[in-house]
């Protein structure tokens, strides 16, 4: 059984930057698409940043050229560097994964991966 735990969420100022984290456990991360997703008080799951078992990157429009996810499998961590934040990127955050062959790896299909973290808060103030 998968086991994704994330950690780097705070509180930041408009403009800072963050860095999360998700520690995989229970199978290697090399056989998993990964990506997060983002929900906010009131609103939709939004999957935010993608990454396939090739290592190809997608992002949602609203964070694109702000955010980067990565993945280094020999770690077995996933991450999301998170720049020039704003007010509407408070959320919490939650890491998901989902095997290669099981699924059809997108940024789209995301919110519906078999294993998420428990989240991790990010706000950002002005």
């Known amino acids: 059984q998968v086991q994704l735990v994330e950690s780097g969420g705070g509180s930041v100022q408009a403009g800072g930057s963050l860095r999360l984290s998700c520690a995989v456990s229970?199978?290697?991360?090399?056989?998993?698409?990964m990506g997060w997703f983002r929900q906010a008080p009131g609103k939709e799951r939004e999957g935010v940043a993608h990454i396939d078992n090739h290592g190809r990157t997608t992002y949602a429009d609203s964070v694109k050229g702000r955010f980067t996810v990565s993945k280094d499998n020999a770690k077995s961590s996933l991450y999301l560097e998170m720049g020039s934040l704003k007010l509407e990127d408070t959320a919490v955050y939650y890491c998901a994964a989902d095997r290669f062959w099981a699924v059809r790896c997108s940024l789209t299909t995301l919110i519906e991966y078999k294993y998420r973290g428990q989240g991790t808060q990010v706000t950002v103030s002005s």
């Open positions: 229970g199978d290697a991360s090399s056989r998993y698409c």
